[in-house]
């Protein structure tokens, strides 16, 4: 599956941005989904996850109550809704898909996932 990351940008501290995901291919349904990201000089670190029915949502803790995940499988697109944007949300934002189901820990650590986007910049400024 190829992945296409969009809707990076840059905000002021408290703006919104909705980054959006689309895959390839006709099995979206079957990937769990999640969103990473990456500043300069640190290790890529999760964001958000989403399982492949919607169902199950998981977050970094930095994140809570500002960014929602969701996808759509109609359109094979999963979304990263930003909110009350901080400059240390500043990253490159990478979408990343699992074909096996994910439990535990694999959900937020890179090598869980087995396809990646191409990444979007995120520059909030102070």
């Known amino acids: 599956v190829q992945l296409q990351a969009s809707g990076g940008g840059l905000v002021q501290t408290g703006g919104s941005l909705r980054l959006s995901c689309t895959a390839s291919?006709?099995?979206?349904?079957?990937?769990?989904m999640g969103w990473f990201r990456q500043a300069p000089g640190k290790e890529r670190e999760f964001v958000a996850a989403i399982s492949r029915r919607g169902v199950y949502t998981y977050y970094t803790d930095s994140v809570k109550g500002r960014f929602t995940i969701s996808r759509d499988n109609a359109k094979n697109t999963v979304y990263l809704q930003m909110n009350s944007l901080k400059p240390e949300d500043t990253a490159v934002y990478y979408c990343?898909?699992?074909?096996?189901?994910?439990?535990?820990?694999?959900?937020?650590?890179?090598?869980?996932?087995?396809?990646w986007g191409q990444g979007t910049q995120v520059t909030v400024s102070s």
């Open positions: 990343a898909a699992a074909r096996s189901s994910l439990s535990g820990s694999s959900w937020y650590r890179p090598r869980g996932y087995d396809y």
């Open positions: 291919g006709r099995t979206f349904s079957s990937y769990d």
